[in-house]
C-alpha cells in the first residue's frame, strides 16, 4: 500500500474528504518524523514504536574487490511492532 491509498482508505473509514484525510497523515508522518529528529522515540500503543539509533563508524568490505572500506557513523530509525500489531500479522 502506497500513501495515496493510505490516505483514501483513512477518508473512508473516518468520513473525512481526500484531502483532509492526506492532510491528517501528513501531520501525523511529519509529527513522527520532527521526534525521530530530536531523538525521541514514538510508540503507538498497540502498533508499536518507532527509535532512534546512532550507528558507529565501522569496516565494512567492497562486495566487488573485496577491500575493506570504512563506512561512516549514520542516524537510522529502528521500528519495534507492539503487541496488537504482531497478532493481526500472524
Known sequence: MRKPE???A???KADLSRDQA???LNAVLDEITNALHRK???TLVGFGTFVPRHR???TGKNPQTGE???IKASNTVAFKPGKMLKDAVS
Open 6 to 8: 493510505l490516505a483514501a
Open 10 to 12: 483513512i477518508a473512508e
Open 22 to 24: 492526506n492532510r491528517v
Open 40 to 42: 525521541d522515540s514514538v
Open 56 to 58: 558507529g563508524a565501522r
Open 68 to 70: 575493506p572500506v570504512t
